[in-house]
């Protein structure tokens, strides 16, 4: 499958835990982005990274919130201390090129719950 | 700023036509279709940049008016397969870099 792969499809947290949300690009893609969806609603912009670099991060809340996208492996966004207001739908998308002028393909997303 | 897509919802019949629509207050650089099913990934219909290009694949086509900063698709036709919720992504001038701003969604659904 040469698609945006995301895991976990389904990710269940208890308050104050931490949660990991793993994409890897399609094949000769090296932009990623991290969008989240709330229920009936649009998705929103949280990060934009590049191999090893974090390009714009305005969309991503200052605290508890981080991401990377190492030079080997998938890109990761991590959600430390969670809390029930996390709870959505992570979707990662992923472009072959910088700008806005590019298509960006989406993964099936991660449905993160939190208890 | 968030752009705004109408209708929010629309019920059409098979073989019927339906426009969506998708307006910013800012100027826009590109306008990016994307159309998801429930529980799936949004799929990339098309990307239309300034100029008032417009684009088609198949019976589903979009326009992009640069001036009154707002884009159209235009389903023709409909097939049951259409149903699901179209999203419009934007980008403005002011150096993006790629990250879109998305509307809240159409709820398109088509009935045999």
């Known amino acids: 499958n040469a698609g945006v792969m995301q895991n976990p499809r389904h990710l269940v947290r208890r308050r104050g835990q931490e949660a990991r949300l793993r994409c890897s690009p399609m094949k000769g893609h090296s932009h990623v982005y991290w969008y989240r969806q709330l229920p009936e609603e649009g998705l929103k912009f949280m990060v934009y990274?590049?191999?090893?670099?974090?390009?714009?991060e305005s969309g991503m809340p200052k605290e508890r919130f981080s991401a990377e996208f190492p030079k080997e492996g998938p890109s990761i966004l991590r959600i430390q201390q969670v809390v029930r207001g996390d709870s959505a739908a992570y979707f990662c998308?992923?472009?072959?090129?910088?700008?806005?002028?590019?298509?960006?393909?989406f993964g099936d997303g991660t449905r993160l719950s939190i208890l | 700023q968030q752009p705004v897509q109408s209708p929010q919802a629309v019920i059409l019949r098979e073989g019927e036509d339906a426009v969506i629509n998708c307006s910013s207050s800012?100027?826009?650089?590109?306008v990016h279709w994307y159309r998801q099913k429930h529980g799936e990934a949004p799929v990339f219909l098309m990307i239309?940049?300034?100029?008032?290009e417009q684009k088609g694949h198949d019976k589903i086509s979009a326009s992009f008016n640069e001036k009154k900063q707002q884009s159209s698709l235009y389903l023709t036709a409909s097939q049951l397969s259409y149903s699901g919720t179209y999203f419009c992504g934007t980008s403005d001038y002011g150096g993006s870099q790629g990250n879109l701003i998305f509307g809240k969604g159409t709820k398109l659904s088509v009935k045999p």
């Open positions: 239309l940049l300034k100029g008032g």
């Open positions: 998308a992923s472009s072959q090129q910088r700008g806005s002028n590019q298509p960006q393909h």
């Open positions: 990274l590049q191999k090893e670099n974090i390009i714009d």
């Open positions: 800012k100027a826009l650089y590109s």
